[in-house]
Structure formats: C-alpha cells, structure tokens
C-alpha cells in the first residue's frame, strides 16, 4: 500500500529551483511531523527540512536554510520543498517521510524518528 509518493526531481544547473512534492495516502496523511531528508551516494540519509502537521512549524538544516522552504497543502494532502539557488552539493535522492510521534523539533532531524517513507525522487545539480 503506496503512503508517500515523491514527485519532481529532475537535471538543473547551479543557481536554479526546483519543487519537489509528496503525495500522502492511507495512514501517511495522519503524520504529525513531515520531513524532507537527502542521500548521496556512499553517505548517510541527511535531513533537510520538516513541518509540523498544522504548517505553524518549520525546521531546517543549516545547509539549506534561507534557500529551500517547506510547505504543505491539506486539502491536497500534499507537502513541498521549493529548492532555490541550488549548488552541486545538493546533488542526492531526496526522500519524504512522515512521524506519527510530535517528540520536539530537534528530534525531527532523525531519520530514525519517521514512520513512512516515500520510494525517492533523484536531484542532480550541474556546475
């Protein structure tokens, strides 16, 4: 039974956005906490950002802040990640995931924390 499903990901040069989204179904869509994590090749799962399930709450890695922004659309049951000013070291797959447990914010930077996972969406950044 698909959960969470990532879609658009894609070939960009350096300076350029993109917008991720993920698709929540079934009991994905009752996470409390979503998060958007990146794996690179040969490294571990990283996060990236998350949200809380109302949107009052936002949590970003220091790599990213300032550049990239979350945001979800209930209605939709739809959650994103507008990617700007993208750099070559933003190169990975780029996951979603959803917690059922709030826990505090700075636990939602643990990968191990979350529930469902989406199958990955690839974004590679030329130089």
């Known amino acids: 039974q698909v959960q969470l499903v990532e879609s658009g990901g894609g070939l960009v040069q350096a300076g350029g956005s993109l917008r991720l989204s993920c698709a929540a179904s079934g009991r994905a869509f009752s996470s409390v906490v979503m998060g958007w994590f990146r794996q690179a090749p040969g490294q571990e799962r990283e996060f990236v950002a998350a949200?809380?399930?109302?949107?009052?709450?936002?949590y970003y890695a220091d790599s990213v802040k300032g550049r990239f922004t979350i945001s979800r659309d209930s209605a939709k049951n739809t959650f994103y990640l507008e990617m700007n000013s993208l750099k070559p070291e933003d190169t990975a797959v780029y996951y979603c995931?959803?917690?059922?447990?709030?826990?505090?914010?700075?636990?939602?930077?643990?990968?191990?924390?979350?529930?469902?996972w989406g199958q990955g969406t690839q974004v590679t950044v030329s130089s």
């Open positions: 995931g959803g917690r059922m447990s709030p826990g505090t914010i700075a636990t939602w930077r643990s990968a191990a924390g979350y529930d469902y």
């Open positions: 949200i809380s399930r109302s949107g009052g709450n936002t």
